[in-house]
């Protein structure tokens, strides 16, 4: 053999392991799909997409849309033609599809009602995209493939480029300079509302998932370290925001997450009960003390500024309130009281809330010209959808909770992951009464991410317990 064959074989062979190396590194970050063994080339286009939509979904504005698009193709794709039941369990009969079917059917309900009731308002064309955006997480569960690795891992690029937003797409260190001096800032990420509740999903998660985290491994200071850096950004970006409704939506939040790590202490340190309660107190009081003595002014500033409008409010003169913040809110929930009073049931069709603002002769022309939401995300519903789309959205967190606590009874779910879901339920379920967060890309992403990767672990779970059961027939 000459030496010029030797070298060609030879280079060839390096390449050979370099690609090696690489699939192998690349599979050690994203473990293959448990749902569906074939088409890996869909499938990789499908991951790739996931994890740019993850990373760039918070701060950058084309190219995250252009990444759930094709996220949500191949995902869409894999299950209506690639995923085959399993030990009697098939995904495409799992309950939350037949939920997403429903969100459907109520569209279309509500088009052909506002059709009959009022043609001269209704939308010309059918659209689906208001209600069925919440069910984004199903294709990117089938994406994730049931594996626990993958999601922590799409969960990290989201919170990394969260953290990195600031700089990103807002002001860098001048906007936190300004936030610390009293100003409210929102990093660029749509507005300050947006921006808090993106951190303080952020916060909730970086709380629930701190056992895993801080544990005793290789490379645990810096990764202690750096959950540390990420929850000190995380409630400071909360609290610079200036936003209250977001403010009181932490309080039961952390409250679940406080008793889940009380619980967990007292599990492993049985024998020092008072030391673990009184340490839990401390820790707590030293962290708002702090908190307090740092970023006070801002918080008792902001609580303060809206004394006026609360008062007239609990006094019952509403006709008397100021258009500030809170009055706004006050004027257009009553307006969209009167309006839901008159179609309850299927509501005015998909553009109901734009009716409100397009043609009521109780509020002023500055309010309609520069609003188009309720800030408040069941009164925007009930008004374009009645009470069948609130039916609906309830119907949906009712799935998502009763597997969450089904599958973590059976030990097929993590208690952080149990802690995660709990917190974001209540923490969003409140918040959105003071913000149409469910009609925004911002609310939107966080369901299809933490939505999307609960999911796959419940569809995981439920093929393990189908594989020890081997049940001929199993609701989903």
């Known amino acids: 053999m000459s030496h010029s064959s030797e070298a060609r074989n030879s280079t060839v062979t390096a390449a050979s392991a370099r690609a090696e190396n690489l699939v192998q590194l690349a599979a050690f970050f994203w473990q293959p799909n448990r749902f569906i063994a074939t088409h890996r080339w869909l499938q990789i286009t499908g991951a790739l997409a996931l994890l740019v939509y993850g990373f760039f979904g918070i701060s950058v504005d084309s190219l995250p849309d252009k990444a759930a698009q094709l996220a949500n193709l191949c995902g869409l794709i894999l299950l209506a033609f690639c995923a085959r039941p399993v030990d009697g369990v098939s995904l495409r009969h799992s309950g939350i599809l037949w939920l997403a079917v429903a969100a459907i059917g109520v569209s279309l309900i509500s088009w052909i009602g506002s059709w009959v009731m009022h043609p001269q308002w209704a939308e010309s064309s059918f659209k689906v995209h208001r209600l069925t955006n919440w069910f984004a997480m199903i294709p990117l569960a089938v994406l994730l493939g049931g594996q626990v690795r ?48 993106l951190f303080g999903t952020a916060t909730l998660g970086l709380l629930a998932f701190a056992p895993a985290i801080l544990r005793r491994r290789r490379w645990a200071w810096p990764l202690r370290l750096g959950w540390l850096l990420a929850l000190a950004t995380s409630v400071c970006a909360v609290i610079l925001t200036q936003t209250r409704g977001v403010w009181v939506g932490m309080l039961p939040a952390l409250l679940i997450s406080a008793c889940a790590a009380t619980v967990a202490l007292h599990r492993h340190f049985r024998s020092h009960r008072r030391y673990v309660i009184a340490a839990s107190a401390a820790t707590c009081g030293a962290a708002a003390l702090v908190g307090y003595l740092s970023l006070g002014d801002v918080v008792s500033h902001r609580l303060a500024y809206e004394q006026n409008t609360i008062a007239l409010a609990q006094q019952g003169e509403l006709a008397q309130l100021p258009y500030t913040s809170t009055g706004i809110r006050l004027h257009t929930w009553a307006e969209a009281m009167h309006w839901i009073g008159k179609h309850p049931l299927v509501g ?20 309609k010209q520069h609003f188009g939401h309720l800030h408040n995300s069941y009164l ?97």
């Not at 906007?175 to 990093?187: M, N, P």
């Not at 009712?398 to 059976?410: E, V």
């Open 150 to 197: 993958n999601v922590y891992l799409l969960w990290g690029l989201a919170l990394l480029g969260l953290l990195i937003s600031p700089w990103v797409s807002g002001g860098g260190w001048r906007e936190w300079q300004q936030g610390f001096a009293g100003v409210r800032v929102d990093f660029g990420l749509h507005n300050a509302q947006h921006t808090a509740m």
């Open 348 to 367: 005015w069709g998909g553009n109901g809330r734009s009716l409100i603002f397009d043609h009521s002769s109780n509020l002023p022309d500055d309010i």
């Open 380 to 476: 925007d519903l009930m008004v374009n959808f009645g009470l069948l789309g609130l039916l609906l959205l309830a119907a949906l967190v009712y799935w998502l909770m009763n597997r969450c606590l089904r599958y973590y009874r059976a030990g097929l779910l993590s208690g952080n992951n149990l802690v995660f879901c709990l917190s974001f339920t209540v923490f969003f379920g409140v918040i959105n009464f003071f913000e149409s967060y469910l009609f925004y890309d911002s609310g939107r992403l966080l369901m299809a991410l933490i939505g999307g990767g609960l999911l796959t672990q419940f569809w995981a779970a439920k093929r393990q317990l189908a594989a020890k059961s081997h049940p001929t027939d199993i609701a989903s």
